[in-house]
């Protein structure tokens, strides 16, 4: 099949899924085209069967706000034309459910079906899409969409509580390459970050107030006062310079490494001990499953999906959003148990390989051989 991919470029959960999904199809001999502002962050490798459409904004004087969205349709409309796709996939409801509705409609003029399906990731709708600003644009172009998947259960009930969606939607879970995501011995990077043999706990975030980056600080204090342990903090955001006066003010400094954006995410992953994800929301934690195909067991708020992905006692512990002094008693008392802290890792791996690409990719697949049926 010949497929087009929309999606955010940077470091979110949607976009790095999106690419994922698109190399993924690739390697299974589908013609993918990307059509995004900037190269896909884990796009980062040549492959014959991916091809990459920037699209550009042109500026111009009168433009307070230059028109991304007319830019992005006709974008769209070019490669549908010039690539003969056969459907498009959306990866995220704003705006591009409605950009891509509006490239269906400009080629259907010329006489091109193309169908179109739109992914919903979390924010899209729980956060960002439900405001006044955005709701009318989001359920229309949601249930003008040939197809609408979401990530979680969750995610899916949440859309038909907070939009009038008439239309069906289908859960397709996020997935993990556990050939890459695997954990791997890595005792030189272990000894660099830990040197004294502490514990290692790990966040990965954007660093949005959604994922509750004060809490993650707050668990690891507690943990820090009970044993030796570093807090190792992956990603960049808004929240960063707040949580570094935090540490300073904690006292935490020595203790707390700021990596920043990582590439090479599975060899963190592969050292650390927990992981930690006390977010507001989370439609699936992309994250938290990355790190369980490595072995480590995830300490998260039941917020959302989450419930879905950690199962509370077996593959970590999932406890009330900001119940940080809960959060910390599980993270102490599987770091103080081998044998649990084993049995949960077991547990973590098992989980993730029910989420294995293999398992995920085929009900892509399947439904876009139905559309384009
Ligand atoms: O995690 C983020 O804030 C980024 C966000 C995005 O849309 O880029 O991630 C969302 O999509 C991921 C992939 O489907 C999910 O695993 C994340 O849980 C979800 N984030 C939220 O719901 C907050």
Known sequence: MRIGIVCYPTYGGSGVLATELGKALADKGHMVHFITYQQPVRLNAFHANIYYHEVQVPTYPLFDFPPYESALSSTMVDVILNQQLDLLHVHYAIPHASTAYMAQQIVAKQGRHIPFITTLHGTDITLVGKDKT??????????????????????????????????????IYNFVDTARFKRRELPHFRQAIAP??????????????????????????????????????????????????????????????????????????????????????????????????????????????????????????????????????????????????????????????????????????????????
Do not use: W
Not at 135 to 158: K, Q
Not at 159 to 170: A, H, L, N, R, W
């Open 134 to 171: 955005y709701a009318p644009v989001v359920t229309f172009s949601i249930n003008e969409s040939n197809a609408i998947t979401a990530v979680s259960s969750n995610l899916r009930e949440e859309t038909f509580k907070s939009f009038p969606i008439d239309k069906e939607i289908e859960v």
């Open 196 to 373: 004294k043999g502490e514990k290692i706990l790990l966040h990965v975030s954007n660093f949005r107030k959604v994922k509750r980056v004060p809490d993650v600080i707050k668990i690891f204090k507690q943990v820090r006062d009970k044993m030796p342990a570093k807090l190792l903090l992956v990603g960049d955001g808004p929240d960063r310079p707040m949580i570094e006066c935090m540490c300073r003010e904690m006292n935490l400094c020595d203790d707390v490494r700021f990596v920043g954006k990582q590439e090479q995410l599975e060899d963190v992953m592969s050292i650390a001990d927990l992981f930690i994800l006390p977010s507001d929301y989370e439609s699936f934690g992309l994250a938290a499953l990355e790190a369980m195909a490595s072995e480590v067991p995830v300490i998260s708020s039941n917020a959302g999906g989450l419930p879905e992905v950690n199962i509370n006692g077996e593959t970590g512990y999932t406890s009330a959003v900001g119940d940080v002094d809960r959060m910390a008693a599980h993270a102490i008392e599987a770091l103080q148990n081998e044998e649990l802290l084993a049995r949960l890792r077991k547990g973590a791996l098992e989980q993730a390989l029910r989420f294995h690409i293999d398992n995920i990719i085929p009900q892509y697949e399947k439904l876009y051989e139905k559309l384009i049926k």
